[in-house]
């Protein structure tokens, strides 16, 4: 149930974090914005009263531990339970062949995509068992299910989400806590812009060229709207999807079929 719920949403600044976060609080859930940006959170959680929700945003840098101790148990210390938990927060990682890239942005990579959801996860659990209810969901990728070139970190961080939202799940089942990973496409707007100009400079192509490839690939000829994984996320947190858990559920536009 998304309604009276305590939803915490990471990377909820911008982008489809925010929009998330606008769709949960518009299903009546309080929302607590974890972010590393501070002014983009603020305008979130603007924009969330403006359409009369309830947000609290909290500065955390998910590759810290302490920062995701400090955030739930400030979020524990206010609001008494955590019900829904989105694992959004991700980094895009270099564009490079396998043998350039840095191996501290791999490790940057893993923290923010990988080690980040296992450490909110990690926190929240305990009073999610306590309560015997929670409903976690990991953004993953399309990318965590289908390799893509010059991006072995972020596809590897995505594989390994997927990875780690099923076991959890097989963990956790038993305690009405779900947990499921939903995996976008290319989702329209700054960010995959930045992916795009990114492998047109790296192949020495347009953008047009890149982006054009990346629309041809849906049966839609389209790219998702960030609006579309959010309603997928409180989807699966609403009753409709009590018995629906350990699954990777796709938001691509048919690009990716399985
Ligand atoms: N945009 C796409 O096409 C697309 C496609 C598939 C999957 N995804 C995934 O969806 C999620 C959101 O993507 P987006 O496009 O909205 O990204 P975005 O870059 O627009 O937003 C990411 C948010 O995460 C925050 N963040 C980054 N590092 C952080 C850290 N260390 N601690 C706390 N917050 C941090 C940023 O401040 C930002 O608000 C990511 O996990 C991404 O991998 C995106």
């Given at each position: 149930m998304v309604s009276g719920s305590t939803a915490i949403v990471t990377g909820?600044?911008?982008g489809i974090g925010r929009a998330i976060c606008r769709e949960l609080a518009a299903e009546g859930a309080t929302v607590v914005i974890a972010d590393i940006d501070e002014s983009e959170m603020a305008e979130t959680a603007a924009l969330v009263e403006e359409e009369g929700g309830r947000a609290y945003p909290v500065e955390t840098d998910l590759r810290s531990f302490e920062d995701i101790q400090d955030t739930v148990d400030e979020v524990l210390a206010e609001f008494?339970?955590?019900?829904i938990l989105v694992n959004n927060a991700g980094i895009a990682g270099p564009t490079a062949e396998c043998e350039a890239v840095d191996p501290d942005e791999w490790d940057q990579t893993m923290a923010v995509n990988l080690r980040g959801p296992f450490l909110m996860c990690r926190q929240v659990l305990p009073v999610m068992k306590e309560q015997s209810y929670g409903r976690i969901v990991n953004i993953a990728s399309v990318t965590g299910k289908r390799p893509l070139t010059q991006r072995t970190p972020y596809a590897t961080s995505k594989m390994g989400v997927i990875g780690f939202t099923r076991t959890l799940a097989a963990e956790v089942g038993e305690d009405d806590i779900n947990v499921n990973a939903v995996c976008p496409g290319s989702v329209d707007g700054p960010r995959i812009d930045r992916v795009f100009e990114a492998k047109a400079e790296a192949q020495g192509r347009t953008y047009e060229d890149v982006r054009g490839d990346a629309e041809a690939e849906s049966p839609r000829r389209e790219l998702v709207q960030k609006e579309d994984v959010a309603r997928t996320v409180s989807f699966l947190c609403?009753?409709?999807?009590?018995?629906?858990?350990?699954q990777d559920l796709n938001v691509s536009a048919g690009k990716v079929m399985y």
């Open positions: 909820g600044g911008r008494e339970s955590v019900d609403s009753p409709a999807a009590d018995r629906i858990t350990g």
